[in-house]
């Protein structure tokens, strides 16, 4: 994970967190999912709880996606890295997860371009190109 995320995630640890009346609370996660299949390629559980209730749910939204916007140069390559092998025109999205959910909420925020990968880094998606070096 490179500093920047990791100043992030320090920071969302250290927030205040105001609770009204009863609500119980819970944790937050995000993920980058691919979009065809719905599986989790990165997946990172915040150090911060929320409140169990629709303003949690929209905090949670929130705080991923300011955490993926903040990533976006490096997502490319901390997927390629992540899935370490041959990948063309992968599609993924930025999902939400809050307290006992049991499945992964869409935040809006998607790859404007598809994502391909050769050894494990970033590649031009181009299948033309893959022929040719092969």
Known sequence: MDQ???????????????????VPVGGCSCAVLDVESLDPII????????????????KCQQLCMALAQGAKEKAPA???????KHVDNLKVAVYTKSCDATSWMFTGLKSPEPICCHNG?????????????E
């Open 4 to 22: 920047a995320l990791k100043n992030f995630v320090l920071l969302c640890s250290l927030l205040p967190l105001t609770l009204g009346g009863d």
């Open 43 to 58: 997946e990172q559980t915040l150090q911060y709880n929320i409140t169990c209730d629709q303003e949690g749910a929209e």
């Open 78 to 84: 901390m997927i390629c890295e992540k899935l370490n």
């Open 121 to 133: 880094k970033p590649a031009v998606c181009n299948s033309m190109l893959s022929i040719i070096e």
